[in-house]
């Protein structure tokens, strides 16, 4: 019996072990932080054997296989110890995608996986199709696989995920865009990280197709360099193309394998430029996978968006509050702030991932007339914008950010939280940021 350990007790972890269990792997779970309640519970009933607050060298290091959890870092001293063993170290999305043969459909990039995810899922469940949601968002892919019988997947990856793909081979994939991130993953390289990326494509074969942005610079510039097997389907805001998803005259034109049909913009519920093209990879999807146009139409009018990115929460003496919590870097702010339509007290600040502000200052120039710094150190931010904005306060608690910007906020303007920064110094994580938002703007 083949011996699996499962590096990290969370959602994949679990799930990967249950579908291990299934599979006739003897299957141990190991978590260096503590086990949530309701996971033991899980492993327990399942008979897996567990730890936690600990890596058992001798218990780890007798492994056939190691799944490791996408948030434990690559240098981590257990990880190093499993290769140095020539033990072959994977991703909870490579063991799962052995064990189906459903339709894949992978989707990463910087910003925008997520809504792009949730839009293709709700495309082609409205479509009737039998699909099912993984990856980064919902249940475990591998306990899905486990447990359900879905005949495609549509998965949201990281490219932490990416880097622990052997043999992955999505039948689509999307590459919504890249912009710096998680550099302190990659060696403060950008080019590494570029590279996880595109690793979504690197087992894809002419039968596969890859969606990507023909707009963004380092998707191009990657492209013109290295081969890629599948059929390219490009989308673009800016550029008329012969072959995929482009705007025209207010109208998304799509033209793929000889097939033409188009929607008017105005019948798509998301708002900005970058749900647009949001909106052009999920709807390139559902046309490779034959969805009626009339469904298409349909889903893109009713489609509510995803929680936590640009969520309009209340208005409240004419007074918009937005959470944009999952901005969790400048691109992703930059796109928010390029959707304000209205004068914006914006709300920014947390762990700086060597974040260069420059890109941001034509928008806050235009847009922006107050920013309430919410961080433990928010230095950069201050000599980023302190010359551009009359107001600018700090503040250490989500309620008292709030507060101040219903104070300097009036009529007719917006208050938007878009950090542009990782959560962790005041905050769990980006949802418990935005949810502490939202309840201090129910409060106020």
């Not at 928010?336 to 120039?365: F, H």
Request: net charge negative; charged share 25%; hydrophobic share 40%.
């Amino acid at each position: 019996m083949k011996r699996l350990v499962v590096l990290g007790g969370g959602e994949s972890g679990v799930g990967t072990a249950i579908l291990g269990i299934k599979k006739g792997y003897d299957v141990f779970v190991s978590d260096f932080g503590k086990i949530k309640d309701h996971y033991k519970e899980v492993l327990i009933i399942n008979g897996i054997t567990w730890e936690e607050e600990q890596h058992s060298e001798e218990l780890i290091l007798t492994a056939d296989l190691v799944m490791k959890s996408p948030g434990i870092s690559d240098n981590s001293p257990i990880v190093k110890k499993i290769r140095d063993k020539n033990i072959s170290v994977i991703s909870e999305i490579e063991f799962a995608s052995k064990y189906t043969d459903a339709v894949l459909i992978g989707i990463t990039g910087s910003n925008g996986k997520t809504t792009t995810t949730m839009l293709t899922y709700h495309l082609l469940k409205k479509g009737g199709l039998n699909v099912g949601i993984g990856g980064n968002i919902g249940k475990s892919f591998a306990w899905q696989v486990a447990e359900d019988q879905f005949d495609c997947y549509v998965l949201e990856l990281s490219s932490f995920q990416l880097d622990g793909m052997i043999d992955f081979n999505p039948h689509i994939a999307i590459i919504t865009n890249l912009s710096p991130d998680h550099l302190d993953r990659y060696d403060y390289l950008y080019q590494n990280y570029i590279n996880s990326k595109f690793r979504i494509t690197m087992n894809q074969t002419s039968d596969d197709y890859l969606i990507y942005d023909a707009d963004d610079v380092e998707i191009k510039a990657w492209l013109s360099q290295n081969k890629v097997k599948a059929q390219l389907i490009p989308f673009s805001l800016t550029q008329e193309l012969k072959e995929g998803t482009y705007i025209k005259n207010n109208k998304m034109e799509i033209n793929i394998n000889h097939e033409e049909l188009n929607f008017d913009t105005e019948c798509i519920a998301l708002e900005g430029k970058h749900n647009l093209k949001n909106a052009m990879a999920a709807t390139s999807v559902a046309k490779l996978m034959k969805i009626r146009k009339a469904t298409i139409r349909e889903s893109l009018s009713n489609f509510q968006g995803v929680e936590h990115r640009l969520e309009k929460v209340l208005k409240i003496q004419n007074i918009q509050y937005i959470n944009d919590s999952k901005a969790t870097n400048v691109n992703a702010t930059f796109f928010a702030l390029d959707s304000m339509n209205s004068p914006t007290v914006w709300i920014v600040g947390g762990v700086d991932k060597g974040n260069d502000y420059a890109e941001l200052l034509p928008l806050v120039n235009e847009k922006v007339k107050a920013i309430i710094c919410l961080g433990v150190d928010n230095r950069k931010i201050i000599d980023a914008f302190g010359n551009i904005v009359d107001v600018m306060v700090e503040v250490s608690t989500m309620i008292d950010a709030v507060k101040m910007a219903q104070r300097i906020a009036e009529k007719g303007d917006s208050v938007l939280l878009s950090p542009a920064c990782a959560s962790f110094d005041l905050f769990e994580n980006y949802e418990d940021r935005g949810r502490q938002f939202k309840q201090a703007v129910q409060n106020l």
